[in-house]
């Protein structure tokens, strides 16, 4: 690259320092050479600005919008799953197996020394009270809905995944 | 009417489920993506292709935007990928900067350049003209130094390379649009530069 072009150019686009744009404002002034490259490329540049940009078909945006919803991608994924419904269930199935391990080992006869019995069957008399038809149905109903959201899940994964 | 919100605030209500915020961003951006399409297309029809191909996969990545750059730079990045695909699948011949075929091409046009109209042409149309007939990545740096509002850091950022190798690229494209217009426009250079 010729050095007084690079120079000059750095100088047009503010890309040199402070001591080179001072060099080169110097040398604009007193050097014929450099003047007449200068307003040169002064008029190219300022020509270059004049660079038209292309337009589109009128029906773009909505042929882009159009695909985007018949793809089915209304949203992007991280935007429909909310964190803290994540963690949410995270916690409710951390808390049921770590509730269920506690009641099980406070049951569990230690002074039996090394044979270990565990209880055939568990006194639960308190807490059957509220297993009722209705909180079995609920339950059952939970489980349904999370299925049917983790295939959902599932699903548009895949669906993404076989886009181009 | 587009909208005033910024790049980063139509993201964000795109991504809490209001689709039609993407749409302001296309239209926001939809002549500079396409304009960069038709740097490496040379076929309007081709161009939107590619320009609607980048809109559907900025949309379906707009999550991992990090909003460490511009949107415009994160964009471009996408346009510049996408097209390069499509020229390595379309096989456009860009194999020589002095290559005249681009050239005879564009001539060929209806309502090229012709001296008996030639002051009824305005100075952006030969610019444009000589840009058409660039290599594709000349022809992309020039666009996005003078209209894509990139820096030369950003520009680095698109293409993937080092901003100083951006720098002399820059130079060179330059002296080489300069050069299709001198032969473009012959005696009407002079006037132009």
């Not at chain 2, 050239?103 to 042409?121: A, H, L, R, T, V």
Request: a neutral charge; charged letters at 25%; hydrophobic letters at 40%.
């Amino acid at each position: 690259m010729n050095s007084m072009e690079e120079k000059l150019w750095d100088y047009i686009d503010g890309s040199c320092t402070a001591e080179e744009h001072k060099a080169i404002t110097l040398l604009i002034e007193h050097d014929e050479v450099y003047r007449k490259k200068y307003n040169e490329f002064l008029k190219m540049d300022k020509d270059f600005n004049l660079m038209e940009l292309d337009d589109p078909s009128m029906t773009f945006t909505y042929k882009v919008m159009e695909t985007i919803r018949a793809e089915h991608a209304q949203q992007p994924l991280k935007a429909v799953i909310d964190k803290r419904i994540i963690l949410g269930i995270s916690a409710f199935f951390i808390i049921t197996i770590a509730a269920l391990l506690i009641y099980v080992l406070g049951n569990v006869n230690w002074s039996a020394g090394s044979s270990i019995k565990i209880p055939e069957q568990l006194n639960a008399d308190h807490i059957k009270i509220f297993i009722t038809g209705t909180v079995i149905k609920g339950f059952l109903f939970f489980d349904v809905i999370l299925g049917l959201f983790l295939l959902d899940n599932f699903l548009r994964r895949q669906n993404v995944a076989k886009q181009p | 009417m587009q909208s005033k919100l910024t790049d980063i605030e139509l993201i964000q209500q795109v991504l809490a489920g209001n689709q039609s915020a993407y749409a302001d961003l296309v239209k926001r951006h939809q002549r500079f993506v396409f304009s960069l399409a038709m740097r490496f297309s040379k076929s309007r029809e081709d161009a939107e292709e590619i320009a609607q191909d980048c809109f559907i996969k900025a949309y379906r990545s707009l999550a991992s935007f990090q909003q460490q750059s511009k949107f415009s730079t994160w964009l471009y990045s996408i346009v510049y990928t996408t097209a390069m695909t499509f020229l390595r699948k379309k096989r456009v011949d860009t194999t020589s900067i002095d290559n005249d075929e681009a050239f005879i091409q564009i001539e060929s046009k209806p309502g090229s350049y012709d001296e008996n109209n030639i002051e009824n042409k305005s100075r952006s149309y030969y610019l444009n003209q000589a840009i058409d007939q660039l290599l594709p990545d000349d022809a992309t740096i020039i666009t996005m130094f003078y209209k894509g509002e990139q820096s030369l850091d950003e520009i680095a950022q698109v293409l993937g390379i080092e901003a100083n190798t951006v720098k002399v690229k820059l130079f060179r494209a330059r002296q080489r649009l300069k050069d299709k217009l001198e032969r473009n426009l012959k005696h009407e250079v002079k006037e132009l530069i």
